[in-house]
């Protein structure tokens, strides 16, 4: 019977040892997150709920251990089955799966083959803590814009006001950051990009590391939002933030290139959390539509309804082929070239722009489908409405990614 899984995957990319940890994804999704995930919303600023599904789910299911590099103790899966989790995560709360992989995705900027080893092993052993979740936090976003900060080609740093000034052995950090995931008091690491000239170019641009327990460093609250509220979002303010010279990622250039792997990576994970959602949403219009009776048949036996139905799943198929196909792509440097550069920004923009737009148009389609009853709280629809909407507006929103697309396919110079 067609369900959940039925939707094309290559399997051949799959590494045979993937299999296991998404089931226990699944597992940890269907026993521990959805019975409770309307409770999210509730604890959107303790997070008393949600603090122990994610320990649950980075240290006792090893998520984050699986996620490290394995010259570091990890077991370095790859981008395919960081999708597949990142599916199984978002199927049940897209916050949690936010928050689980941006945590990671903070010290993606020093891992290999380009690791800076001082801070990995500096790292290592709070990440793979079994006892405690420590969290990373990727600092972009500052008070006067999002996208000028992620526009790495457009920009080169030069609107970036969080600055970094080398003081003898140690960087000196002031500025203000807002609405990263894992801020709003959760994050234990920031990854913060800095400029140490703003006139500079993509010299000036630096990647620092400043965990948020040093002098100087304090965050706000978090904020209120319309859902995700398995992340936690504010501010944080570096004043005169010290932390030694070895925590700056890489060095002049190299962390402007890591800075648009990041986005990169970013893209491609987005989407794949988009599916994830997808996912769901199939799942539970496939049964609202077996169940009910409009003019005497089930909804599905309409014409009209299977018009949309048939739009939602060409929306699934095609979003889970486009999104694979660039996971594979950066899965393989050794033939598609590495993943910090312009080429493949512009390449994964397109996957994050189309499958996040799938699912904006898929979570209307599948309300409409079910009425009041998609409207209502209990349905877990009106929950992903809210939720998901963020995905396309993150990392610069819609625009951002159509001008790295233009920029690199028609070698466009002037934004
Ligand atoms: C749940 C959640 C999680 C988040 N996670 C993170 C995180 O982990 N790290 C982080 O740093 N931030 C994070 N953010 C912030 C988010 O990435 C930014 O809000 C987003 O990138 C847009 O920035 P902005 O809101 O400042 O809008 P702006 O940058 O001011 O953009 C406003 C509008 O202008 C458009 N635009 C942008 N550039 C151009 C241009 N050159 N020409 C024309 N139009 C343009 C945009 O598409 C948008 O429509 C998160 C936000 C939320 C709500």
Known sequence: MPGVDSFSLPREWVPDEAWDLVEAVRGWADREVIPVRQQIDEDWEAHELVKPLLKSLCCDLGYQQACWPEQYGGLGIDGVTSCLLLEEMSRADSGLATAASCSIWAMSAVFPPEDNPHIMEHFTPKFLDKERWYVGCVALTEPHSGSDIENVDGTHGRFIRTRATLDGDEWVVNGHKLWPTNSGGVGDV????????????????????????????????????????????GDIWFENARVPVEFRAHGPGKDAARARAMVTSGNV????????????????????????????????????????????????????????????????????????????????????????????????????????????????????????????????GRALPQLDIARWFFEATEY
């Open 190 to 233: 920031f990854c913060t990009l800095c400029t140490t000239d703003p006139n500079a170019g993509d010299d000036g641009v630096a990647i620092i590391y400043v965990p948020a327990d040093t002098p100087g460093v304090t965050q706000s609250k978090p904020y209120r939002k319309a859902g995700m509220n398995g992340d936690a979002n």
């Open 269 to 396: 994970g987005t989407a794949a959390q988009s599916i994830g959602v997808m996912k769901n949403l199939y799942e539970l219009v496939k049964d609202w539509c077996d169940t009910r009776i409009v003019a005497g048949k089930p909804l599905k036996e309409h014409s009209i309804t299977a018009a949309t139905l048939a739009d939602i799943v060409t929306s699934i198929e095609v979003s889970r082929a486009e999104t694979y196909l660039k996971a594979r792509m950066l899965d393989r440097p050794d033939v598609y070239g590495r993943r910090d550069t312009p080429e493949m920004l512009a390449r994964t923009r397109v996957t994050k722009l189309f499958v996040s737009d799938q699912l904006t148009k898929v979570v209307n389609q599948v309300m409409d489908l079910m009425g009041s009853y998609g409207y209502a709280r209990e349905s877990d629809v009106e929950k992903h409405w809210r939720d998901s909407k963020i995905m396309s507006l993150w990392m610069g």
